[in-house]
């Protein structure tokens, strides 16, 4: 595996992988690696020949009371999992080699980027689009892999390479949970015993939710509020949101479907966290740890 810091590196490395005909395949992270990850790797893998591996926190998508300086690190862990995952080249640009001038220039999201997370965030999504755009400049992916759990950053990604008309195939992989339901995060190192458990209520008020779905409910606003009740009730959580979203416009829909994203975000102390299902999919449709 190769490890690389400075954009012009990354890019000698895909002119050259292009020029022998090889295609490119990008899995970008904020590292502190975890299996959902190493899943992505795994799906880029199967579709690329060198599988690029990006590890950058990127400031511009913390807002100034964010947890961009508390967020966890560990490069050399880091590096151990991506090589024995099958990463061929991980790139770890600084923040000056990733921003030497500003920038001045940022992807302005749209409406899909102020509304949920990005009501909660602002900026939030500028600053996504803005690294990923710049990634892709890097390293000229054929195939660029995200993860679902991040389910409004997939389809804000979507939406930029369909409007950008960029060359990108873009696979969105499933949710990989730890064995009591939990989807994986960065974030969860930083909770305690009790505030996993806590924690749990995101899983359980997704599958709440999806049971009512399934009980022949398809009044959105009754979703929603079955979920928001498990919040409340199992682990006294008061949500940031609780959302029907439309998967192909990311919009707030009043009228569920079998393709319906039930989205929320809750704060576990500290610990912001966010999760989602399709909802004629369950959860059985994710990857759980141990299975
Ligand atoms: P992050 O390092 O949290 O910014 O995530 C980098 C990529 O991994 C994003 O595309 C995420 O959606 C994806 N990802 C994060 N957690 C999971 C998970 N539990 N399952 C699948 N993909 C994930």
Not at 29 to 58: C, I, W
Not at 127 to 134: A, E, F, H, I, Y
Not at 171 to 197: E, F, K, M, Q
Not at 230 to 238: C, P
Request: contains cysteine; charged residues 20%.
């Amino acid at each position: 595996m190769r490890v690389v810091c400075l954009p012009r590196e990354l890019r000698e490395a895909s002119t050259q992988a292009a020029r022998a005909g090889l295609r490119v395949g990008l899995v970008p992270t904020m590292g502190f690696l975890h299996a959902g990850h190493l899943a992505l790797v795994k799906e880029a893998r199967a579709r690329a020949d060198v599988v690029v591996m990006s590890v950058f926190v990127n400031p511009l998508q913390f807002g100034p009371a964010e947890d961009f300086a508390a967020y966890p690190r560990d490069l050399e862990r880091d590096r151990g999992l991506a090589e024995a995952s099958g990463v061929d080249v991980l790139w770890v640009p600084t923040v000056e080699a990733m921003y030497p001038d500003g920038p001045a220039v940022t992807v302005s999201p749209g409406p899909v980027g102020s509304i949920l997370e990005g009501a909660v965030r602002p900026g939030h999504f500028a600053g996504v689009l803005t690294v990923v755009l710049k990634l892709f400049a890097a390293a000229a992916p054929a195939v660029a892999v995200f993860g679902r759990k991040d389910a409004q950053q997939a389809a804000l990604v979507r939406f930029m390479i369909r409007d950008f008309n960029l060359p990108v195939e873009l696979i969105v992989a499933p949710t990989v949970r730890d064995a009591d339901g939990l989807a994986l995060s960065s974030r969860n190192v930083h909770l305690d015993v009790a505030g996993r458990r806590r924690a749990l209520a995101l899983p359980r008020a997704l599958a709440g939710g999806v049971e009512v779905f399934r009980s022949g409910e398809r009044r959105a606003g009754s979703i929603v509020a079955a979920a928001a009740a498990v919040l409340a009730t199992e682990a006294g959580l008061t949500s940031d949101y609780v959302a029907c979203v439309n998967p192909d416009t990311f919009l707030p829909s009043d009228a569920a479907t079998d393709t319906t994203t039930l989205a929320v975000a809750a704060r576990v102390g500290a610990t912001r966290l966010i999760d989602n299902v399709v909802l004629g999919a369950g959860l059985d449709a994710d990857v759980r740890i141990g299975d």
